[in-house]
């Protein structure tokens, strides 16, 4: 079942995607991603590329094409009771909440070996844009 919010970014077809409990699974089983261990305090965004071997990659370093974000939000932690001296102090995070997920996926029908090369057009999502 999917739960997370999805952005699509331009038209055309995008990268797979298959949600399982906290596990985030992109292309045809090429990169999978556990997003409840990216939880911080903070929010978290996993940048999702293609490489010039039209390969996913995280991260921006290794990829020359966007495919896809995800925005993990930061933990949440239940309400102290009434009473509880130590409250704060010892509180554990909630398990994530895959609906305030965001993933957002560009289209990757349109590349061709001369995207992949570094000649991105305006309708995609060029790393250096």
Not at 4 to 15: A, Q
Not at 73 to 94: C, H, M, Q, R, V
Request: glycine letters at 8%; aromatic letters at 6%; one cysteine or more.
């Amino acid at each position: 079942m999917k739960t997370m919010k999805v952005i699509e970014k331009n038209p055309g077809r995008k990268i797979e995607y298959e949600e399982n409990k906290t596990r985030l699974t992109l292309g045809d089983d090429e990169l999978m991603l556990n997003l409840s261990r990216y939880q911080r305090d903070w929010p978290v965004k996993i940048d999702i590329c293609m490489n010039r071997d039209r390969m996913l990659v995280v991260g921006t370093g290794d990829g020359l094409y966007y495919a896809a974000q995800v925005e993990v939000p930061p933990f949440e932690y239940a309400e102290a009771l009434e009473g509880d001296d130590e409250a704060g102090s010892n509180n554990e995070p909630l398990p994530l909440d895959m609906k305030k997920v965001t993933l957002t996926l560009w289209a990757v029908d349109k590349l061709t070996h001369s995207h992949i090369a570094g000649e991105a057009t305006a309708e995609g999502g060029h790393t250096d844009a």
